[in-house]
């Protein structure tokens, strides 16, 4: 386990933290037990075909337990692990038997949930429209039109993820480049927590188009792993403003919906392995089929729609307020809540 050790400052070549920002110092890292390997006997290295080159390369590539492999496909194996499709196929399949994966009892699910937490928004009808507040292990879509707060939100998270442990770690995939540390400074003032420490547990990383967006998310296991980074949630904002962008007309949907779906689910798989709170924003656009009501629906259709685990509409309300719609949850009954933005975090009305 000697390559598993932290190296701290070894920074992922993709620029996960943007030169010459103050966010790029060091954070420190304290090497969390992990938890998935105390529950499972067997490691990587008694899966066939992993010696110890290929054992390597897959924790270089971010497999760090069985896991993650078991979830894999034989040509993610061929690329990250440099094994024959066949040996790459034969490894999934040793790994999934070890872990009897499938189905769960009831009860050993809701043991599971035990482990979620939830986020605070600040607000407390926000909280309570959210059963508590984000939920880790999940994905959030906030959609909603120009100026509606989902950047807000982003920002809110990463400082309020911070509340309960110092050492919880946000990731910020900005991809408009609206990331703005001064804001974080003071949300985190308003938390009552200490800016400078807060604006170090978040790593934030500019995606300069879909593909890098894409790429950016699928190292974000990487720093969980090899960094030990306490990652409590991931934001990225926007999820789907680059893909609008680079897929225009009808000609290319197809492909741009494939690719938003791969990225969809690297993003579900860091909720549900790393036990994380994923939140994208996403953009409306006018829906000409819609006579009645309100005439604006979520870009990305049907594929970011169904891979939310939590749906939420933003819109502008009376007075400077914000309205919250929850229009999917799980086990959650539809709303709405008003809440303010404010300099210090979100405030009931
Ligand atoms: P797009 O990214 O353009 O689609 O919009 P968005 O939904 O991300 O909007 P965003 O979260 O950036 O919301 C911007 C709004 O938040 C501003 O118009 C302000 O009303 C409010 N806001 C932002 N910062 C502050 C602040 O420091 N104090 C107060 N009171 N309001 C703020
Ligand atoms: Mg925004």
Redesign the pocket.
Known sequence: MTTESAKKGDSVDTGVMIPGSILDEEVSVTKMPKEESKEKEIEIYDLPGVGAATAEKLKEAGYDNVMSIAVASPGKMVDDAGVSEAVGRKMIQAARDSLKMGFLSGIEVLERRAKVLKISTGSKAFNELLGGGFETGSIVECF???????????HLLAVNCQKDDPDSVAIYIDT?N?FRPE?IK?LAEGAGLDPDKVLKNIKVAKAYNSDHQMLLAEKVPELITREGLKVKVVIV??LTAHFRAEFIGRGTLAERQQKINRHMHTLLRIADLHNTCVFV?N?VQADPAQFFGDPTKAVGGHIVAHASTFRIY?RKGKK?SRVAKLIDAPNLPDGECNF????EGLRDL
């Open positions: 909603g039109e120009f100026g509606s707060g989902k950047t807000q939100i982003g408009e609206t804001r003071q904002d926007s924003s953009q933003l400077g303010m933005v404010e300099t």
